[in-house]
């Protein structure tokens, strides 16, 4: 484990490239500013939309045909066929969604440490406030 020394409050810590698009994106998605006071709420939030999203993409992923045929003529097996592709495209769009949520969630453990947070502080702000707290 990488020990870092605790930042002031209003010094932003440095993200690596890596974690900065996912994180920026999805944090100016949900038009969340982190700061120290924040940063483990906004991260539980995060996460738990994420897994809300996650546990929603798994059940809609068991069905094997949304929309069934609409009557007995050629056209309705196609239709059919189609409204499910455009289904399956919007649930692999909530996923990845989803994922990048996560992946933004996670960079803020870094950024929790680095203002000072212990590893049983990060851990405890998601379990305590539960899949998807906002409050």
């Known amino acids: 484990m990488v020990m870092s020394a605790p930042r002031p409050a209003?010094?932003?810590p440095e993200l690596p490239m890596s974690w900065q698009h996912s994180?920026?994106?999805a944090v100016r998605g949900v038009s969340m500013q982190v700061s120290r006071e924040n940063v483990l709420k906004v991260r539980a939030v995060l996460l738990g939309e994420a897994e809300r999203l996650l546990g929603s993409v798994r059940s809609a992923?068991?069905?094997q045909g949304w929309i069934g045929q609409c009557g007995g003529d050629p056209v309705s097996i196609e239709?059919?066929?189609a409204f499910d592709?455009?289904?399956r495209l919007?649930?692999?769009h909530c996923q990845r969604y989803a994922l990048?949520?996560?992946r933004a969630g996670t960079a803020l453990d870094r950024i929790a440490r680095?203002?000072?947070y212990t590893e049983a502080q990060i851990s405890e702000s998601f379990s305590s406030a539960g899949p998807g707290a906002a409050g």
């Open 79 to 81: 239709a059919a066929a």
């Open 85 to 87: 592709a455009r289904i």
């Open 10 to 12: 209003d010094q932003a």
């Open 100 to 102: 990048e949520l996560k």
């Open 90 to 92: 919007v649930v692999d």
């Open 114 to 116: 680095d203002y000072g």
């Open 23 to 25: 994180l920026t994106s």
């Open 61 to 63: 992923k068991f069905h």
